[in-house]
């Protein structure tokens, strides 16, 4: 059964939810996305209260706690929120309702229920919720669950905070990205292929006939297209390709700047600006790789009713680069700041934009098509996901992970990604290995190593059996070092707050990324290593 919990303590934080620097990171859209978003936990260990706390201090809808447990003295040891006094209660209950105090906006639930249970008798409870996070699960419920989810197409965020390790790993089909965010993305000016209402004002443009104070004022971008035409006429109608091309060109504009009567240079910074920009803006417009293996992947040209959004539109943007782009993406219709009188700047700024308007709306009439040719409704994909995809055109990302049940089978398993990171004995990848040991511990001994301090020297044995038959039957010809072997027996599967909050952390940001579908997710196992302080992803 599913209990509600209302808190009406007042917010820990008060109004950090509505925090500036949040919407700046990702929106008002993304932060719409993240208020309907329903959370699904898994054990609400120490690992699974930091992973949502970091949810519903930014405002997630709501969630969910799964959890038969009782609370035991080590929980409350490695919980910030757990006390003494929670000892014996339901482990779900009183993580739901601490986790509410945070923020009331937040609906908190949960169900005093094992995932194993749930997935004998209801396997569908599952199929509500936007993304499951499990936390601490055997590999046998595990990997149940996550072929349900699979098979529901919904995402599933695996957790384990295991001594002085952390591991995750996402599990989804399919994950679209229409805004990436990718770290230094260079300004959309076109520069090298003028579209046409840009020519025309580039062209009202009179650098050698204006008053002084037009001259400084002038936005720098049209400096730089201006003086391209002169190096066309002088360079075979090629742009600058090299440093030594490029620094010519710079030269040229450098001379362009207004000299003084006593012939002295003028201190013109909007010129200054221009030749500081010259490697970025005078760049070949072309669409990266990455969005041709997107126009061109079997999703993008075979559509039909259950096709989602993202590739109808990304079909119709194959049609508007065959044909009204002329091999290029939509303008972006952005420009960046720039020393420039406001007049000239907004003008110019409103080139861009209404190219952009434009583009957005043949490509726009191309969906229409495309949603009529398969029998959806126009209203299928609104304005806002059609002006958001044109305008990241260039920054559409797709992820596809393997299962977990692929990963887990010894025909299918992806060996080769191990092997090549094993020349290194300390990777990262050993810990995966110990993991996957430790698993294969408990399956044949009904509990972890080292859980019983009285047993460790023994579990030791034990474990590097359970290894050495993991290695051996997955056909993987790689060493393990014995001190890992110890080192794993003597963590005694503990939780410690440290990497639990660590992992917390690291795990709420993939799972904002993967409601809001911005930012790009790792693909698709993700490893820390407290002990170094090092982390790596590596694809299984």
């Keep these: 059964m599913c209990f509600p919990v209302n808190s009406t303590l007042p917010s820990l934080r008060e109004h950090w939810e509505r925090a500036p620097s949040r919407i700046r990171l990702w929106g008002d859209h993304g932060q ?10 898994i054990c609400g260990t120490a690992t699974g209260q930091e992973i949502l706390k970091n949810l519903v201090l930014p405002g997630v809808g709501s969630f969910t706690v799964v959890d038969g447990s009782q609370v035991t003295g080590e929980d409350v040891g490695n919980s910030f ?15 739901t309702e601490l986790l509410q105090e945070l923020n009331s906006d937040v609906s908190g639930n949960f169900v005093e229920e094992n995932p194993d249970k749930l997935l004998d008798n209801d396997p569908s409870f599952f199929c509500r919720f936007t993304v ?5 699960l055997p590999e ?9 989810l699979w098979n529901y197409n919904i995402p599933l965020l695996v957790c384990r905070t295991y001594g002085l390790v952390g591991y995750m790993r996402i599990v989804i089909k399919e994950h679209q990205v229409i805004e990436s965010h990718p770290d230094n993305a260079l300004d959309d000016l076109r520069l090298d292929n ?5 020519q025309e004002h580039i062209h009202s443009y009179d650098l050698d006939h204006m008053e002084k104070k037009d001259h400084s004022h002038t936005p720098w971008i049209v400096i730089v297209a201006k003086y391209l035409e002169k190096w066309y006429n002088e360079n075979g109608g090629q742009i600058p390709r090299n440093y030594k091309e490029k620094e010519a060109f710079r030269e040229m504009i450098r001379q362009g700047i207004l000299k003084n009567d006593n012939g ?3 201190d013109e910074e909007n010129f200054e600006e221009a030749i500081k920009n010259v490697n970025t803006a005078v760049v070949p417009t072309k669409i990266p790789v990455c969005i041709e293996d997107i126009l061109n992947d079997d999703s993008c040209t075979s559509l039909s009713q259950q096709t989602p959004s993202f590739w109808i539109l990304a079909r119709a943007l194959k049609e508007f680069v065959a044909k009204e782009g002329q091999g290029n993406l939509p303008v972006r219709g952005t420009i960046p700041d720039m020393i420039a009188d406001s007049g000239k700047f907004i003008k110019l700024q409103n080139v861009y934009r209404e190219k952009a308007k434009k583009d957005a709306e043949a490509v726009g009439n191309y969906a229409a098509k495309m949603l009529q040719s398969i029998g959806k409704a126009p209203e299928s994909i609104s304005q806002r996901e059609l002006k958001l995809l044109c305008s990241n055109s260039a920054f559409l990302r797709v992820v596809r992970c393997r299962s977990l049940s692929e990963e887990y089978s010894v025909h299918t398993s992806n060996k080769d990604e191990i092997i090549s990171h094993m020349d290194n004995p300390d990777s990262e990848m050993v810990l995966y290995l110990m993991l996957r040991a430790v698993d294969r511990f408990f399956k044949h001994h009904g509990r972890y190593p080292g859980v019983y301090n009285y047993q460790v020297e023994d579990d030791i044995g034990k474990l590097k059996s359970c290894l050495n038959s993991f290695l051996q039957e997955y056909g993987l010809p790689v060493t393990v070092k014995d001190d890992y072997i110890h080192e794993f027996c003597r963590y005694g599967a503990a939780e410690p707050h440290t ?6 952390g690291a795990a709420a940001q993939e799972i904002v990324k993967i409601i809001t579908k911005q930012f790009v997710i790792f693909n698709n196992t993700y490893i820390y290593n407290g002990m170094s302080q090092t982390s790596a992803t590596f694809k299984l």
Excluded: K, M, Y
């Design 194 to 198: 003028l579209f046409p209402e840009l």
């Design 264 to 266: 002295v240079q003028e």
């Design 32 to 41: 719409e996305a993240l208020e309907l978003a329903h959370v699904c936990l």
């Design 132 to 136: 499951v996070i499990a936390t601490q």
């Design 81 to 95: 929120f757990l006390q003494r006094s929670n000892i014996g209660q339901n482990r779900a209950q009183c993580t």
């Design 499 to 504: 990497i639990a909050a660590f992992l917390g």
């Design 140 to 148: 046998n419920t595990l990997l149940r669950l996550s072929d349900v």
